[in-house]
């Protein structure tokens, strides 16, 4: 959990999706995060968690719905979303912890 503390504590918003490659919703976001990060450049981070692979994660955040897509700015939790969005409203949101 110490390593999660250094992902997200930083000056730059840092958005997490939590998905499984199982789940056809959460594998389709994947072009779409790439497009955000890609327009971010080094103003932001996007970062991928398999709910599988970190389940202590995924139920002390309360992960319900896949993909769940959460801002993170110098630690604090600033967005949170479950379900699919575009990449324009991602990057609009984004833009706005900038």
């Known amino acids: 959990m110490s390593k999660f503390g250094e992902i997200i504590d930083q000056e730059i ?15 389709s976001m994947h072009p779409i995060l790439r497009d955000v990060a890609a327009a971010l450049g ?3 981070k996007v970062i991928k968690i398999d ?9 002390a955040l309360r ?16 967005w949170r979303q479950s379900g ?11 833009n706005e912890y900038i």
Do not use: C, H
């Open 84 to 94: 699919e969005q575009d990449a324009n409203t991602l990057i609009g949101i984004l």
């Open 13 to 27: 918003p840092v958005l997490l999706d939590f998905y499984a490659e199982w789940n056809e919703n959460s594998t």
């Open 63 to 78: 992960v319900k719905g896949l993909p769940t897509l959460i801002i993170y700015k110098r630690g604090e939790m600033v």
């Open 42 to 44: 080094d103003k932001g």
């Open 51 to 59: 709910v599988d692979k970190n389940k202590e994660l995924s139920q």
